[in-house]
């Protein structure tokens, strides 16, 4: 008598959730417009701490003349050269470890995050916005603050590569370091102007 052995069982791979990161993404993008309080908040400090050592520390060390990332107009080749060389190698490294590898390696992405939330909190206050899918309203912020977040960071290395060699100051690479902190500001205004213009609307349709 012959036996058989059991037929195996046929196994199927069990195919990763295409859209679990994405519907986990988006939920957790539409739950950043319950801490909107709470995140102005930590931005507002970290903000003062940064303003606080740009007046009372970084313009001593540079004789008075303001931080290239606080000009919102930009500066020209020669004024730049003017701070890097009334800060010297010493205030320069001491701007680079004390701003650039510390408060502002974390605030550009804390005030992204916080611009977030208060698209989505103002936004969620008119109809037309409340009634979007969710996943449409988190892109839709994404769109709107991630250009600036891009355009803070790319900044901050074009200024710290110049912190941190001297020898790169030039026409060309100082320009250029300008113009991106142009486009960071511009940039920045334009979430702020949605925000302020949806919470306007939404001061309108309030009974």
């Not at 730049?80 to 004390?98: C, N």
């Not at 020898?167 to 500001?185: M, Q, R, W, Y």
Request: glycine share 6%.
């Amino acid at each position: 008598m012959t036996s058989r052995s059991p037929a195996k069982a046929r196994t199927i791979r069990a195919e990763p959730d295409q859209y679990g990161i994405g519907r986990n993404l988006t939920a957790s993008i539409l739950r950043l417009s319950r801490h909107a309080a709470a995140l102005c908040f930590l931005s507002a400090a970290v903000f003062i701490a940064m303003t606080a050592m740009e007046f009372f520390y970084f313009r001593r060390l540079s004789g008075g003349l303001s931080s290239l990332d606080m000009r919102v107009l930009g500066f020209t080749p020669d004024e730049g050269m003017a701070w890097l060389t009334a800060l010297g190698r010493r205030g320069g490294e001491i701007i680079l470890v004390w701003h650039y590898l510390t408060f502002d390696l974390l605030f550009p992405a804390l005030l992204s995050v916080t611009l977030i939330s208060l698209i989505l909190a103002t936004g969620r206050r008119l109809k037309n916005f409340r009634v979007l899918p969710g996943q449409l309203q988190s892109i839709f912020a994404l769109i709107l603050v991630l250009p600036y977040t891009l355009a803070d960071y790319a900044q901050n290395i074009a200024v710290a590569r110049l912190l941190s060699d001297f020898l790169s100051a030039n026409p060309d690479s100082l320009s250029f370091a300008s113009a991106l902190i142009v486009t960071k500001f511009t940039l920045f205004a334009i979430p702020v102007i949605v925000i302020a213009a949806f919470w306007l609307a939404g001061q309108k349709h309030q009974p």
